[in-house]
C-alpha cells in the first residue's frame, strides 16, 4: 500500500511538470524547434576544413613546367589565386597587409633541374598567425607540389616561425578504414547530439526550482509530506523522456537532410543519451537548489556550460590540451558522451568499446543525481 501511495504521488508530481511545460507558451515551441535549428543549420558551420586560403605566387623560371604547378595551384578548390607576383618582397608585403595567407615561391631553372633529374627546391612561405590556416594551407600546397613534381624538394617556410627543409616523399597512400568519403559532418553531427541534450536537458532544469521560488509556488510544495527524493524524481523524469523525444528527432534529421545512419546499435545511443540527460538534469537542479533568482542559475550555468563543452574533445583532440587541462576529461561527461557515440555512430563500437564511457557516465550521472536531493532544502 505504502508503495502504490508512493507511486500515484509521484505520478501527480510529474503531470504537474507536464502541465507547467504546456501552459508555458515559449517552451514546448521551443522543445520542438531547437533541435530542428540546431541539426538543419549547426553542421554546415561546424566545418573544420581550411578553404578559401588566398596564395600568391613568384614563378622565377617563366617555364612551362612552373606554369603547369601554376594551374595547378589555381585550380585547386582550397586556393583563391591571388595572383602571380614579380617578387618575394611583393607577394610577402601582400600578406603582412592580410591580403594574401601563403607564398609560392618557383626557382629559376625549375624546369630544367626536372629534366636533369635533380631536385629543385621550392619555397612555400605561410602566414602562421593564425597557426592552422598557415599549416593547412602549406599541407595542401605540400601534396600539389608532390603530385605534380616528385624530385622538387621543399623548403617550407612559416613567416613567423624558423624554416626548415622537407624533402617530399611521393610513395604515400591513405587507406580510411571509417567515414572512407572523409564527410566532415558524419564527424560533427554525433557531437552536435551532445550540443542539443546539454542545452535542453541542462538549462531547462536549472530554471525549474528557481522559477517557482520567484513564483511563490515552492512554498505549497515544501510544507506537504512529499519527500525530497521523490520531489527530485518528479522533476527528472520529464527531462529525460524529453531527452528520449529529442534524440529522437536528432537522429531521423541526420537520416531525412544528410542521409546520416549509425554504423553501430541504436540502442546505445538511446542508452547514452540517457545517461548524460540524467547528468545534465541533475546538475540543473543542483545549481537550481542554490540559486536565488533566475539570472543567477543562468550565469552560473552558462559558466560551467562553457567549460565542459571547451574541455570535452569536441572540436580539439583532449590529448592536444595541456596536461592540467586534459585532466578534467576524467571528471567531464560531456567527454565520455562524445567520445561514446562517436564510437557507435562512425566505427559501428559494441558495448565493450564503450563500456568505460558508459559506466563513467553512469557514475556521474548517480552522483549528481544524489547530490540533487540532497542539495534540495525543504523548510516545512
Not at 600539389?144 to 613534381?149: E, L
Not at 616523399?169 to 557531437?191: R, V
Amino acid at each position: 500500500m505504502f508503495n502504490v501511495q508512493r507511486s500515484i504521488m509521484i505520478k501527480y508530481l510529474i503531470q504537474k511538470e507536464f502541465l507547467q511545460i504546456r501552459r508555458n507558451s515559449f517552451l514546448p515551441r521551443l522543445i520542438l524547434m531547437f533541435p530542428i535549428v540546431i541539426m538543419c543549420v549547426m553542421p554546415w558551420v561546424m566545418n573544420m576544413e581550411v578553404k578559401n586560403i588566398v596564395v600568391d605566387v613568384v614563378d622565377d623560371d617563366r617555364s612551362t613546367a612552373s606554369q603547369q604547378l601554376v594551374h595547378q595551384v589555381e585550380a585547386s578548390n582550397y586556393f583563391i589565386f591571388g595572383g602571380q607576383k614579380a617578387s618575394y618582397d611583393e607577394a610577402l608585403t601582400e600578406v603582412e597587409q592580410g591580403d594574401a595567407d601563403v607564398i609560392l615561391v618557383i626557382p629559376p631553372h625549375y624546369e630544367r633541374d626536372l629534366v636533369r633529374g635533380e631536385s629543385p627546391q621550392i619555397l612555400v612561405a605561410a602566414n602562421a598567425v593564425n597557426g592552422t590556416k598557415g599549416a593547412m594551407g602549406s599541407a595542401y600546397l605540400t601534396q600539389i607540389i608532390a603530385s605534380s613534381s616528385p624530385r622538387a624538394t621543399l623548403n617550407s617556410k612559416p613567416l613567423t616561425l624558423n624554416s626548415k627543409p622537407l624533402t617530399l616523399n611521393p610513395q604515400l597512400s591513405t587507406l580510411n578504414l571509417y567515414n572512407k568519403n572523409l564527410n566532415y559532418k558524419l564527424f560533427m553531427i554525433p557531437a552536435l547530439f551532445a550540443i542539443v541534450m546539454m542545452l535542453m536537458t541542462g538549462f531547462l532544469p536549472t530554471l525549474n526550482i528557481v522559477g517557482e521560488k520567484e513564483a511563490g509556488t515552492i512554498e505549497q510544495m515544501n510544507v506537504t509530506p512529499v519527500p525530497k527524493w521523490a520531489f527530485i524524481l518528479s522533476k527528472l523524469i520529464p527531462y529525460w523522456l524529453i531527452a528520449l523525444f529529442i534524440i529522437s528527432v536528432c537522429l531521423l534529421l541526420a537520416w531525412l537532410v544528410y542521409g546520416l545512419t549509425p554504423a553501430g546499435s541504436i540502442v546505445w545511443i538511446y542508452v547514452l543519451a540517457m545517461l548524460l540527460a540524467l547528468f545534465f538534469s541533475s546538475f540543473g537542479l543542483i545549481i537550481s537548489n542554490y540559486s536565488d533568482t533566475m539570472q543567477q542559475a543562468i550565469f552560473v550555468m552558462w559558466f560551467f556550460v562553457v567549460c565542459i563543452l571547451l574541455l570535452s574533445g569536441l572540436f580539439t583532440p583532449t590529448r592536444s590540451m595541456p596536461q592540467l587541462a586534459y585532466l578534467t576529461t576524467y571528471v567531464n561527461p560531456m567527454h565520455y558522451f562524445i567520445d561514446a557515440i562517436r564510437t557507435v555512430y562512425v566505427r559501428g563500437g559494441n558495448f565493450a568499446d564503450i563500456a568505460h564511457q558508459v559506466f563513467a557516465l553512469l557514475g556521474i550521472g548517480l552522483f549528481m543525481g544524489c547530490w540533487a536531493v540532497w542539495s534540495y532544502k525543504k523548510n516545512s
